[in-house]
């Protein structure tokens, strides 16, 4: 976490992407990204479930150990679900533990503000990284009444940055902020020490964050304004072409298959 503080110093900007399986993870590894998050976005985009609110931390804790596999210099972010950590500062310690014992995770990222206090303090002092998350909390949606941009009145602006300040004094070595108006998170930005990393929260961050997913064009059903495609993957069209080749006899060709010497082939019985 030290060399993205000093990334920030630097005016040097952190880039991060989710990913939530081995393949995906070394090759967003290999191209250099500093951060990769096990983002509990997985509960919809690998699970196919509603919200994030479903996925427990045993599953989290299957997809963080087959990232920490592939990466070998990013940093490894893993999302503590919805549960894990806000009732009992205690709780969250355990549970965070597990992230980085059993996950090999380097670091874990809690939703919440000043109401979570406790479990970052707790965490952050048995020397484990603690990246928070404010704005759009997508664990507080039933909360928050939908996926909406957050800190658009002067009090929900106000609430941001005390939140962010009171996050950064609990221990947070850095922030997520999402769907948060540019100018805020500018002045969030510019206010505190540690780095900012955003999503939907314009270009003043320290950093951006962006689902693996979005990214390549893969997940057809889900565009937010925040969203850039970079590649437009489309695996329906590539198991169309599949389906029309097998079919008409087309694959598999010779270059796709194996030969047999014919001289002993018919003495086969």
């Known amino acids: 976490m030290l060399s993205l503080l000093e990334k ?3 005016n040097e900007k952190i880039t991060m992407l989710t990913a939530y399986d081995y393949l ?41 150990k087959a990232v920490s596999r592939a990466a070998k210099n990013a ?12 009732g009992c500062e205690y709780e969250a310690l355990k549970n965070a533990t597990r992230f980085i014992k059993e996950g090999r995770a380097n670091a874990v990222k809690l939703e919440g503000g000043e109401e979570i206090c406790k479990s970052i303090e707790m965490i952050s002092k048995a020397k484990i990284p603690v990246v928070a998350h404010l704005g759009l ?16 009145n002067y009090e929900a602006a106000q609430k941001l940055l005390k939140d962010s300040r009171a996050v950064e004094s609990a221990g947070a070595s850095m922030l997520v902020l999402e769907c948060v108006p540019t100018k805020l998170a500018q002045k969030i930005t510019q206010e505190l020490k540690i780095p900012t990393i955003g999503i939907g929260a314009g270009k003043y961050c320290d950093g951006q964050v962006l689902v693996y997913h979005d990214l390549l064009g893969i997940n057809e059903d889900f565009k937010p304004k925040f969203v850039k495609r970079y590649a437009n993957f489309n695996p329906k069209e590539a198991v169309k072409e599949y ?8 694959f598999p060709s010779a270059d796709f298959s194996f030969d047999l010497d014919d001289e002993w082939l018919d003495k086969l019985y």
Not at 26 to 48: Q, R
Not at 77 to 83: C, E, K, N, T
Not at 145 to 152: I, L, T
């Open 24 to 64: 995906s993870a070394k090759a967003v590894d290999e191209a250099g990204i500093d951060v990769i998050l096990v983002g509990d976005s997985l509960a919809m985009v690998v699970l196919g479930l509603e919200d994030t609110l479903s996925v427990s931390l045993d599953e989290m804790l299957v997809f963080t």
């Open 75 to 86: 940093l490894v972010l893993s999302d503590m679900p919805f549960g894990s950590y806000e």
């Open 243 to 250: 389906i029309k080749e097998v079919k008409g006899g087309i």
């Open 8 to 10: 920030k110093g630097k």
């Open 137 to 152: 909390t997508p664990q507080a949606i039933n909360a928050l009444g939908g996926y909406k941009v957050q800190g658009k």
